[in-house]
T-cell receptor, first 112, second 111 residues
Framework: DAGITQSPRHKVTETGTPVTLRCHQT?????MYWYRQDPGHGLRLIHY???????DKGEVSDGYSVSRSKTEDFLLTLESATSSQTSVYFC???????????FGPGTRLTVT | GQQLNQSPQSMFIQEGEDVSMNCTSS?????WLWYKQDPGEGPVLLIA?????ELTSNGRLTAQFGITRKDSFLNISASIPSDVGIYFC???????????FGTGTRLTIIP
């Protein structure tokens, strides 16, 4: 299994509060991704990174920001959580863009 | 966004049966990936396909990259209880770099 961890694994937060999810990898892969998974929608890309401090938006980036200060860590921040951001969030990594992405165990976020 | 039509949405089979599922699109794809997801866990990559017509196996799993480049197929032979889960296809569109995911096929084994 690829060395990918996500923290926290579960979080309940209130509407309007900031939330940061962390993805940590030990594979030294260049590319890292954040997805959200919702019933009926499959996996949708939020943001991705192609190197330290290099990030770009995915298809559902509104309300989310990311940062990557080290190769191994990719942070996803919800500046002001909303109920529509209740979801399961997955981090993924790959050696080159798109090529064979490996997923972390996920973070279940509930916004009340 | 681009849609991948994955079918069937769910399957109920008996242990030992063979399974077939597919993913189709109206657009041409460069890459097809197949993943399996167990409850409460992240998707696990099963097979990656990069060439039209390519047929690749991983144990009892076999996947094919359709000749038209618009579809892909996954077969599981002699199913066992640990095959239960949700299977996702994912594809990279030609001219569009990001992966598009199907909505999954849920496989259940009936005792």
């Amino acid at each position: 299994d690829a060395g990918i961890t996500q923290s926290p694994r579960h979080k309940v937060t209130e509407t309007g509060t900031p939330v940061t999810l962390r993805c940590h990898q030990t594979e030294n892969h260049r590319y890292m991704y954040w997805y959200r998974q919702d019933p009926g929608h499959g996996l949708r890309l939020i943001h991705y990174s192609y190197g330290v401090k290099d990030t770009d938006k995915g298809e559902v980036s509104d309300g989310y920001s990311v940062s990557r200060s080290k190769t191994e860590d990719f942070l996803l921040t919800l500046e002001s959580a909303t109920s529509s951001q209740t979801s399961v969030y997955f981090c993924a990594i790959s050696e080159s863009f798109v090529y064979e992405q490996y997923f972390g165990p996920g973070t279940r976020l509930t916004v009340t | 966004g681009q849609q991948l039509n994955q079918s069937p949405q769910s399957m109920f089979i008996q242990e030992g049966e063979d399974v077939s599922m597919n993913c189709t699109s109206s657009s041409i794809f460069n890459t097809w990936l197949w993943y399996k997801q167990d409850p409460g866990e992240g998707p696990v990559l099963l097979i990656a396909l990069y060439k039209a017509g390519e047929l690749t196996s991983n144990g009892r799993l076999t996947a094919q990259f359709g000749i038209t480049r618009k579809d892909s197929f996954l077969n599981i032979s002699a199913s066992i209880p640990s095959d239960v889960g949700i299977y996702f296809c994912a594809g990279q569109l030609r001219g569009n770099e990001k992966l598009t995911f199907g909505t999954g096929t849920r496989l259940t084994i009936i005792p």
